[in-house]
T-cell receptor, first 114, second 112 residues
Framework: GNSVTQMEGPVTLSEEAFLTINCTYTATGYPSLFWYVQYPGEGLQLLLKATKADDKGSNKGFEATYRKETTSFHLEKGSVQVSDSAVYFCALRGGSYNTDKLIFGTGTRLQVFP | DAGVIQSPRHEVTEMGQEVTLRCKPISGHNSLFWYRQTMMRGLELLIYFNNNVPIDDSGMPEDRFSAKMPNASFSTLKIQPSEPRDSAVYFC??????????FGQGTRLTVV
C-alpha cells in the first residue's frame, strides 16, 4: 500500500538557518503530495502541495519539488523564523489505487531558536 | 466561514464510560474524515465519509469505535466503552470534491 516516510525530529535550528525536512513516499502511479503544518494546540493546515512530477509547491517561503525519480518531496526554507516552530507532516493521496485517503508521515518537529 | 468545528475541545472520562466526539464540517464540503493522533502511532485515519456514506472504516481500531454522519452538517465518533489506550487527540477534517482537506482544532481525550 501507499506510505510516507519522513525524517525523525526534532530538528533544532537557529533563526535564519536553512531548513530541509526529508520526505520519501511509496506509491504506484502518480499520487498528489502535500506538506501540512501543525502549530501547538491547533489542527493541521495545508502548507503546500504538488500534483504531478516536477511540480514545485511553495508558500510562506517554503518549497518542495515532486521528484518522481527519487520518490521524494523534501521541504525546504532558506531562512527560518522562530514563528516557523511547529510539527510538519508530509502526506500523499491517490496514485494507481486512486485512493481518496490522505496518508500522513509521522511528522517532524521543528524548533527554531532566536 | 468558521471552519471545521469540533466539540468538546477537551474530554476527561473514566475507563468504561461512553465518549462521543462531535464534528461540524465546513458547509458545502462533501467528504469528512476522522483521524486519531498519538505520539506512538502519529496520525491514523479512522474512517471517512463521502456524501454522508461511510466509504472506508478499515482504520477503526475495534468494535468499541463507531462513527455516524446523519446529515451533511454533523458527524459523531463514539467510543463505548472507553479505555485508557484510547487517550489521544481526535481530529475531524472535511473537503469539497478533490481539493485540500481542512482540519478542526481537535478533541483531546483522556481516559483515566
Amino acid at each position: 500500500g501507499n506510505s510516507v516516510t519522513q525524517m525523525e525530529g526534532p530538528v533544532t535550528l537557529s533563526e535564519e538557518a536553512f531548513l530541509t525536512i526529508n520526505c520519501t513516499y511509496t506509491a504506484t502511479g502518480y499520487p498528489s503530495l502535500f506538506w501540512y503544518v501543525q502549530y501547538p494546540g491547533e489542527g493541521l493546515q495545508l502548507l503546500l502541495k504538488a500534483t504531478k512530477a516536477d511540480d514545485k509547491g511553495s508558500n510562506k517561503g517554503f518549497e518542495a519539488t515532486y521528484r518522481k525519480e527519487t520518490t521524494s518531496f523534501h521541504l525546504e526554507k532558506g531562512s527560518v523564523q522562530v514563528s516557523d516552530s511547529a510539527v510538519y507532516f508530509c502526506a500523499l493521496r491517490g496514485g494507481s489505487y486512486n485512493t481518496d485517503k490522505l496518508i500522513f508521515g509521522t511528522g517532524t518537529r521543528l524548533q527554531v531558536f532566536p | 466561514d468558521a471552519g471545521v468545528i469540533q466539540s468538546p475541545r477537551h474530554e476527561v472520562t473514566e475507563m468504561g464510560q461512553e465518549v462521543t466526539l462531535r464534528c461540524k464540517p465546513i458547509s458545502g464540503h462533501n467528504s469528512l474524515f476522522w483521524y486519531r493522533q498519538t505520539m506512538m502511532r502519529g496520525l491514523e485515519l479512522l474512517i471517512y465519509f463521502n456524501n454522508n456514506v461511510p466509504i472506508d472504516d478499515s482504520g477503526m481500531p475495534e468494535d468499541r469505535f463507531s462513527a455516524k454522519m446523519p446529515n451533511a452538517s454533523f458527524s459523531t465518533l463514539k467510543i463505548q466503552p472507553s479505555e485508557p489506550r484510547d487517550s489521544a487527540v481526535y481530529f475531524c477534517a472535511s473537503r469539497a470534491g478533490y481539493t485540500e482537506a481542512f482540519f478542526g482544532q481537535g478533541t483531546r481525550l483522556t481516559v483515566v
